[in-house]
């Protein structure tokens, strides 16, 4: 983990519920963490620039792009949820469910960044209208062409919340 003339120091970040301690340098990068250091293969390195979504995470319930966010300015209690810590008990999370029922996914390199996105989307906006979905996912892209798919999950994942609390 140390480069010529970096010292990696500790931190300690939340990540999918669990405390973990790590080792980073002052350049050291969140995808990067998620990825070499806790095994987590969801979120990817698409861009490296913050412009295709593939690497979104939520950092406190907002979507973030973990290939650019670095590990030293996070806060110890700032909750990072990637893909991998969705499913409760096994439970798939709505907005999973509404993807496979779907079948808002060809590939799948985009799925978990996007299924992150729209985490974030359906916080801010429980009832999103397909402009709505549009504008918020622009910066998540799908090279195979599965938006019309994407866009029926969302609305699909907004009433399996809404069934699920009412």
């Known amino acids: 983990m140390e480069t010529v003339g970096e010292v990696a120091r500790p931190v300690e970040l939340n990540v999918n519920g669990q405390?973990?301690?790590?080792?980073?340098?002052?350049?050291?990068?969140?995808?990067?963490?998620?990825?070499?250091?806790?095994?987590?293969?969801?979120?990817?390195?698409?861009?490296?620039?913050?412009?295709?979504?593939?690497c979104t995470v939520l950092?406190?319930?907002?979507?973030?792009?973990?290939?650019?966010?670095?590990?030293?300015?996070?806060?110890?209690?700032?909750?990072?949820?990637?893909?991998?810590?969705?499913?409760?008990?096994?439970?798939?999370?709505?907005?999973?469910?509404?993807?496979?029922?779907?079948?808002?996914?060809?590939?799948?390199?985009?799925?978990p960044g996007m299924i992150m996105a729209v985490k974030g989307l359906l916080k801010e906006n429980p009832s999103p209208t397909d402009a709505q979905i549009r504008e918020y996912l622009m910066g998540n892209y799908c090279r195979c062409g599965a938006h019309t798919d994407i866009i029926r999950a969302v609305h699909r994942a907004a009433e399996i919340i809404r069934h699920n609390q009412a």
């Open 59 to 111: 950092l406190d319930g907002e979507p973030i792009s973990s290939c650019l966010t670095l590990v030293a300015q996070l806060e110890p209690n700032q909750n990072i949820l990637t893909i991998e810590g969705l499913s409760q008990g096994g439970k798939p999370d709505p907005v999973q469910l509404a993807f496979i029922e779907e079948s808002a996914f060809q590939c799948g390199y985009c799925t």
């Open 19 to 54: 405390r973990r301690m790590l080792f980073v340098t002052d350049n050291t990068l969140l995808l990067d963490v998620l990825r070499d250091q806790l095994g987590l293969a969801g979120p990817k390195e698409g861009c490296g620039v913050s412009a295709c979504g593939t």
